[in-house]
T-cell receptor, first 115, second 114 residues
Framework: AQKVTQAQTEISVVEKEDVTLDCVYETRDTTYYLFWYKQPPSGELVFLIRRNSFDEQNEISGRYSWNFQKSTSSFNFTITASQVVDSAVYFCALRNAGNNRKLIWGLGTSLAVNP | DAGVTQSPTHLIKTRGQQVTLRCSPKSGHDTVSWYQQALGQGPQFIFQYYEEEERQRGNFPDRFSGHQYPNYSSELNVNALLLGDSALYLC?????????????FGEGSRLTVL
């Protein structure tokens, strides 16, 4: 079975705080891809990152960083020095290698960054 | 470079009616996927079109149907609308060849069924 769990439904932080969004996944495949998307109030899902299962190197992009750990089936997302514009719902998603068409989504974490 | 565009952005229908939603993929993309996102939920996969054919389908009834045109644009049709069909409908485009699964989404069509 494939499943993505985002245990944190809502997070509220004050601007400039660091915040980590958790993502735990389940899959029987050895090759798969993990994604993070941001959904601001406008509704559009914005692609943030894709990680291959065979590449466990962590990635940093500006204030964003991702920690991929296969041993714990987790793909956590950290925002450093959060800003009000980071307020959005963040989704973690999974796609297996043999399936080019369907993403399995978590329920999302709603992040509110307060001034 | 135009991204994914969807129309209409908002619409209101009554139970039993039919609705058609439209999507133009990102320039150069040949594959269109449709997702339904209920309030407070993650997107649910409806189906995907490539080469004008439905290639894969999620767990949605036959009331949900689609079409893809030669220019890669797509339509989602929902017949006999139910209250539970109220949701944000998202269109996503991608490339099949060399595609590692990255989807580009439109802003969605918010459907309210009364």
């Amino acid at each position: 079975a494939q499943k993505v769990t985002q245990a944190q439904t809502e997070i509220s932080v004050v601007e400039k705080e660091d915040v980590t969004l958790d993502c735990v996944y389940e899959t029987r495949d050895t090759t798969y891809y993990l994604f993070w998307y941001k959904q601001p109030p406008s509704g559009e899902l914005v692609f943030l990152i894709r990680r291959n299962s065979f590449d466990e190197q962590n990635e940093i992009s500006g204030r964003y960083s991702w920690n991929f750990q296969k041993s714990t089936s987790s793909f956590n997302f950290t925002i450093t020095a959060s800003q009000v514009v980071d307020s959005a719902v963040y989704f973690c998603a999974l796609r297996n290698a043999g399936n080019n068409r369907k993403l399995i989504w978590g329920l999302g974490t709603s992040l509110a960054v307060n001034p | 470079d135009a991204g994914v565009t969807q129309s209409p952005t908002h619409l209101i229908k009554t139970r039993g009616q039919q609705v058609t939603l439209r999507c133009s993929p990102k320039s150069g993309h040949d594959t269109v996927s449709w997702y339904q996102q209920a309030l407070g939920q993650g997107p649910q996969f409806i189906f995907q079109y490539y080469e004008e054919e439905e290639r894969q389908r999620g767990n949605f009834p036959d009331r949900f149907s689609g079409h893809q045109y030669p220019n890669y644009s797509s339509e989602l049709n929902v017949n006999a609308l139910l209250l539970g069909d109220s949701a944000l409908y998202l269109c996503a485009s991608s490339l099949v060849v060399g595609n590692t699964g990255e989807l580009f989404f439109g802003e969605g069509s918010r459907l309210t069924v009364l």
